[in-house]
């Protein structure tokens, strides 16, 4: 059993001149790469396997990188399932509140294989608002499946 806030995961990051798009500014799949490694290195510390991503669910830019500036990536779990970890992740300039962006990754426990495993570790939900985010990350949950049914039978 492990505590929720011993799952907080930070990396910082410089946006380097490599990392731009058209507009100079630090390209969003970037951002996204740094977002989703640091979900990857979150619950595989967790769970002590190896950790895929199922789904990113309302990945939001609330603001543009400057190409220099240095970013702190904060993730941590909200919900443990069956075989897979809700981990929220923000990424903000480093020292300040501004909130470049946040989303949430849903990572699952797989085998050698690449096949889906339990998660063998549990979550201590210590205070109410661990417990207020468990049950909305249990929510979500339900919204995200009929949200992927929906995109599964789009006609394209
Ligand atoms: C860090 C990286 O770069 S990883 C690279 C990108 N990711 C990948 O290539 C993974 C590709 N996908 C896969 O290989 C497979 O889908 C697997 C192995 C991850 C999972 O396969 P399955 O177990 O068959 O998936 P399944 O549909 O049962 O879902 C697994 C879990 O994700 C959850 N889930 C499924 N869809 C969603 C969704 N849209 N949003 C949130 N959670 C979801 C399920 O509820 C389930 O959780 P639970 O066991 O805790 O209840």
Known sequence: MKAKQDTK??????????????YGLL?????FKMMDTIAGVCTRRFCSNKTLTKAVNNLTFNAPTKLGEIIKITAIIDYVGKTSMECFVRAKVEGTDIIK???????VSVSEDGESEIVNEKIEYVTDEDKMYRDLAIERR?????????????KL
């Open 142 to 154: 339900k919204i995200y499946k009929e949200v992927n049914l929906l995109q599964q039978n789009y």
């Open 101 to 107: 962006a946040s989303g949430y990754f849903t990572m």
């Open 27 to 31: 390209h969003g799949g970037e951002l």
């Open 9 to 22: 995961t930070i990396v910082k990051f410089r946006a380097n001149g490599d990392m731009g798009n058209f």
